[in-house]
């Protein structure tokens, strides 16, 4: 698989990312640093879901219900 992405294509977070860890990580610092990223990128997912409930002014019974209503079109 070849791939036509380049320095040019990158945002300024990956750009930074890869200059700061230019030197290489231990595959222990690999873990942790992929751990970290993960729980940055969660924490913005769950704040963005967060205000999109309260936007809607939902409660814990519509999130219910809906998760159960897409549950029942999957089968």
């Given at each position: 698989?070849?791939?036509?992405?380049?320095?040019?294509?990158?945002?300024?977070?990956?750009?930074?990312?890869?200059?700061?860890?230019?030197?290489?990580?231990?595959?222990?610092?690999?873990?942790?640093?992929?751990?970290?990223?993960?729980?940055?990128?969660?924490?913005?997912?769950?704040?963005?879901?967060d205000k999109?409930?309260?936007?809607?002014?939902?409660?814990?019974?519509?999130?219910?219900?809906?998760?159960?209503?897409?549950?029942?079109?999957?089968?």
């Amino acid at each position: 698989m070849t791939s036509s992405l380049s320095i040019n294509n990158l945002n300024d977070a990956q750009r930074e990312l890869l200059q700061l860890f230019a030197g290489g990580l231990s595959e222990e610092q690999m873990k942790e640093l992929r751990r970290l990223l993960l729980d940055f990128k969660f924490k913005r997912v769950t704040e963005l879901a967060d205000k999109f409930v309260d936007e809607r002014n939902w409660t814990s019974d519509d999130i219910a219900k809906d998760a159960q209503d897409i549950t029942r079109l999957k089968h």
